[in-house]
C-alpha cells in the first residue's frame, strides 16, 4: 500500500472514486498480512496492558483505556526525583525497531542529559532492553502488539518516574496492527501541578480521515481534562493537508502550541515533517532537530521551563 493510493483516496472527489479505491486497498490488504506472517509472528493482545520498569523492576500490568482510569505507578515503588522547574530536556523519535545495528550506540549519545525521551516503535528485544537498563531510566511502554515475541509500541522514559499512566490502542484498518498512545504524568520541582506527557504514534494506512481524527479526538478527550501544563509529541504520521489540518484543529483547540525548531532536520513525507512536539503551560528555551543513521525518522529535542 503506498503513500500516494493512499492520498488519491483522501482527495477523491466521489463516492465512487472512494470505492474504486476502497476495492484496490482491499485487495491489497491481504497480501500484507500475509507478508507480515512471513517475517514473522504477530500477536495482538485483546486488553490494553502497560510495562513499566522502576526501581530494577519490571511490571505488566493491564490498564483500563486514559477515558476511564489511569494505572497508578506509585504503588510499591520508592519516591523518585520530580522534574526540574527550571529546565528539563525532552527528546521525541520513532526509532524504526531498532533494526540498525548500530543503533545503540546512537541512542546512547542521543539521551544524554536528557530527562524524557519518547519513543515510538520501541522494540523490546534483549538488546533494546540492556540498552534502556544500562540509561538507568525509569520508563513505562503502551503495549501495541508484539512482533517475533518481543513488545512494541510507544514508550516514554524519565529520569524522573511517572506517577501514572494510561494507554490508548486504535487498530490500522487493513493490516489490523495498532497504534498506540502513552500518557504519563510528573510532578514538577515547586509546582503543585503535574505535567501530562502524550506519546503517539499515530494511525497511518487508512482511506480518508475518520479513524485518523477518531484517534485524535479520543485523546484530546482526555487532555481537556487537564488544565496545567502539558506536551502532546510523537510521530502523527499527519502526511497529508487534510490530516495535518485535523491535528491543527484539535490541538489548537487544547491550548496546544506547535513547536518551532532553530535547526529543523525532520524527515518529511510528501515535503512535511511527521514528527511533532505540542505543549502548553510551558516556555522554550532551545529546541532543534538531529540527522541520524539509524532510523528512517530524525530525533526532536526541547528544553522546556515553566515559567
Known amino acids: 500500500m503506498s503513500y500516494l493510493a493512499l492520498r488519491h483516496a483522501e482527495h477523491g472527489e466521489d463516492q465512487k472514486n472512494k470505492r474504486k479505491c476502497f476495492i484496490g486497498l482491499s485487495q491489497i490488504a491481504p497480501v500484507l498480512i500475509g507478508a507480515l506472517a512471513l517475517l514473522g509472528c504477530v500477536n495482538i493482545p485483546v486488553s490494553d496492558q502497560v510495562i513499566a520498569r522502576r526501581d530494577a523492576k519490571t511490571v505488566r500490568t493491564d490498564a483500563a483505556a486514559c477515558a476511564k482510569r489511569w494505572l497508578d505507578l506509585?504503588?510499591?515503588?520508592?519516591?523518585?526525583?520530580?522534574?526540574?522547574?527550571?529546565g528539563f530536556r525532552l527528546?521525541?523519535?520513532n526509532v524504526y525497531k531498532a533494526r540498525a545495528k548500530h543503533w545503540s550506540d546512537e541512542f546512547t549519545r542521543l539521551i544524554t542529559g536528557q530527562d524524557l525521551v519518547?519513543?515510538?516503535?520501541?522494540?523490546?528485544t534483549p538488546p533494546f532492553r540492556a540498552v534502556l537498563e544500562?540509561?538507568?531510566?525509569?520508563?513505562?511502554?503502551?503495549?501495541?502488539?508484539?512482533?517475533?515475541?518481543?513488545?512494541?509500541g510507544v514508550l516514554t522514559a524519565g529520569r524522573a518516574s511517572a506517577s501514572g499512566a494510561c494507554v490508548s490502542r486504535v487498530a490500522e484498518p487493513f493490516i489490523r496492527t495498532p497504534k498506540s498512545a502513552l500518557l504519563t504524568r510528573y510532578p514538577l520541582v515547586g509546582s503543585d501541578e503535574d505535567l501530562w506527557v502524550a506519546n503517539l504514534h499515530g494511525i497511518n494506512f487508512t482511506l480518508g480521515t475518520v479513524r485518523f481524527r477518531g484517534q485524535l479526538e479520543a485523546l484530546a478527550g482526555v487532555l481537556a481534562s487537564h488544565n496545567g501544563p502539558m506536551i502532546l509529541a510523537g510521530d502523527f504520521n499527519d502526511w497529508s493537508e487534510r490530516r495535518s489540518d485535523i491535528l491543527r484543529r484539535i490541538t489548537g483547540r487544547l491550548g496546544l502550541e506547535p513547536l518551532t525548531l532553530t535547526k529543523d532536520a525532520r524527515s518529511r513525507h510528501w515535503g512535511?515533517?511527521?514528527?511533532?512536539?505540542?505543549?502548553?503551560?510551558?516556555e522554550v528555551v532551545e529546541a532543534d532537530s538531529v540527522e541520524v543513521s539509524s532510523?528512517?525518522?530524525?530525533?526532536?529535542?526541547?528544553t522546556f521551563k515553566v515559567p
Open 74 to 86: 506509585t504503588a510499591g515503588a520508592q519516591r523518585s526525583a520530580a522534574l526540574d522547574s527550571a
Open 91 to 93: 527528546m521525541t523519535w
Open 118 to 124: 519518547l519513543l515510538q516503535e520501541a522494540y523490546l
Open 134 to 152: 544500562q540509561s538507568r531510566f525509569a520508563w513505562s511502554m503502551a503495549r501495541a502488539f508484539d512482533y517475533n515475541g518481543a513488545e512494541t
Open 272 to 282: 512535511s515533517p511527521v514528527d511533532h512536539v505540542f505543549y502548553r503551560g510551558l
Open 295 to 302: 532510523s528512517d525518522h530524525n530525533p526532536v529535542r526541547v
